[in-house]
């Protein structure tokens, strides 16, 4: 069963080895959000963790160091690509389907890692573009009340909002979709000081017992 699920960012700087105390600094409720959701899934215990990521590298070890630094079970990897934000959605249901995850495994954990807007700053990566803070709002909007249509819309309505994330997000949804998983999504936080939006959420996924109950 799908027992753990989450969006978190992969900014390198987060890393101890990479950013200065500064720099975590500004990022203190990005880490503090990603430690707490660390407990959890070492509590949750897993036997399988999937990341989604744009990138490799730091993509997968970011949200690894922060969420699974003493984590003993398998860990698999899926590079999103250029393809569209529904094809990626798709595909996630496809993993699912294919991968036999619900008979294979006792308790899957999925972890979509990247980054929102890179355009909320002039002194950003990417200087700023007014699509960048509405593409961020409107994503935390709709994933709060689980608006997965409009989700796949926002690569359309945003196209110059320069974020790395939404594929990565769209796949673990697919996963979701396609276990009939009950969940309810909750951000725990969200900034972007450096011009880059990071957004750490838990999509907190309810047990069998709940699940069948709203089924019956």
């Known amino acids: 069963m799908i027992s753990f699920a989450c969006f978190s960012p992969h900014p390198p700087i987060l890393l101890p080895s990479v950013g200065s105390e500064a720099d975590r600094a500004l990022l203190k409720n990005t880490i503090d959000s990603l430690d707490v959701l660390g407990k959890k899934l070492e509590d949750n215990g897993p036997d399988l963790i999937i990341i989604s990521s744009p990138h490799a590298d730091w993509g997968f070890n970011v949200p690894l160091h922060f969420l699974a630094k003493n984590f003993q079970g398998q860990v698999k990897t899926y590079l999103t690509g250029p393809e569209s934000v529904k094809f990626h959605f798709e595909e996630g249901q496809r993993v699912y389907t294919e991968a036999h ?70 796949f673990l949804m697919g996963i979701l979709d396609a276990a009939k998983t009950v969940y309810q999504p909750e951000i725990l936080s969200y900034e972007g000081p450096f011009g880059v939006g990071y957004l750490v959420a838990d999509l907190k996924i309810e047990d069998n017992k709940v699940k069948s109950e709203k089924t019956e």
Do not use: W
């Not at 796949?152 to 990565?168: F, H, K, M, T, V």
């Open 101 to 170: 995850l619900e008979s294979d495994f006792k308790k899957v954990a999925l972890i979509a890692s990247g980054d929102m807007s890179h355009c909320l700053k002039e002194e950003g990566p990417y200087g700023f573009n007014p699509e960048g803070p509405k593409f961020d709002k409107d994503l935390q909007e709709f994933l709060t009340k689980k608006e997965i249509g409009n989700i796949l819309q926002l690569d359309d309505i945003y196209p110059n909002a320069g974020e790395c994330g939404l594929r990565s997000f769209v």
